[in-house]
């Protein structure tokens, strides 16, 4: 046996595209050209075979699939349909299976919208919570001044959370936003981003839910019973049926 080939010899490495022809692309390798001439020849090749197939056949001879098939304007058209094959217990089954993907996928959006919302703090929108304050007097509530009361700076006092108290501002670092514009960009990119994640994740699921109703109703109509319509679908919402009671046996 030789061992020509057991001993480790030289790795020839082939260059890549030079920096003043960049331009041009990447350059073709040989495995590349190898692998681009095979596809071309197997697509030659059943290319005659197909040419070869149409020039012998006979137009008069009699195939199974003449059945199932004919021409329009020179063009073969299939008459067989393969939703027909299955029957109306293997839809309601199939729609079943895909409400149930459906419903899967609304409450893993409405879930890490919900995530998102608690990490969020609405600042820009308007509070819907209130704080009720009691005093004594009528004079008081004109005289009432909210940062007192709440011993915090003015511009804190219409906070809803981390409301901080004077003696705490004097000892808390925060962080100088003013100072270094590109944190403070940063920050309000990235809050910008949970914002329109959000929002998506909740136009999605309420898009799923809608879709997921229809489907819900096309299941409930195929099943038996007398039905009738009482409402056309509107607004994106499914239409309305109403069922014929029936004895409970």
Do not use: C
Request: overall charge positive.
């Amino acid at each position: 046996m030789s061992l020509r080939n057991v001993v480790k010899r030289r790795e020839h490495k082939e260059r890549g595209q030079l920096r003043e022809r960049k331009k041009l692309g990447l350059l073709e390798k040989h495995k590349d050209y190898v692998k681009r001439a095979r596809d071309y020849n197997s697509k030659q090749k059943r290319l005659k075979t197909l040419q070869l197939k149409a020039a012998l056949r006979n137009p008069d001879e009699f195939y199974h699939k003449m059945r199932e098939t004919k021409t329009e304007g020179g063009v073969h058209v299939s008459t067989h349909n393969h939703i027909k094959a299955v029957n109306t217990e293997a839809l309601r089954v199939l729609k079943t299976q895909d409400l149930a993907y459906l419903q899967m996928k609304r409450a893993v959006d409405l879930r890490k919208a919900e995530k998102l919302n608690r990490g969020l703090h609405f600042v820009d929108a308007p509070k819907d919570n209130k704080h009720t304050v009691f005093v004594d007097e009528e004079q008081q509530v004109d005289a009432f001044n909210v940062a007192a009361h709440f011993d915090t700076a003015p511009e804190l006092a219409d906070r809803a959370f981390n409301r901080l108290r004077k003696r705490d501002l004097g000892t808390a670092e925060l962080p100088d936003l003013a100072a270094n514009p590109k944190q403070k960009y940063k920050m309000q990119v990235e809050k910008d981003a949970m914002y329109r994640e959000l929002r998506d994740r909740l136009a999605r699921a309420k898009k799923i839910g809608q879709m997921g109703a229809k489907l819900d109703l096309e299941r409930k109509v195929q099943a038996k019973g007398k039905k009738m319509k009482v409402r056309a679908a509107e607004n994106g919402m499914p239409a309305v049926y109403r069922w014929k009671q029936q004895r409970q046996k």
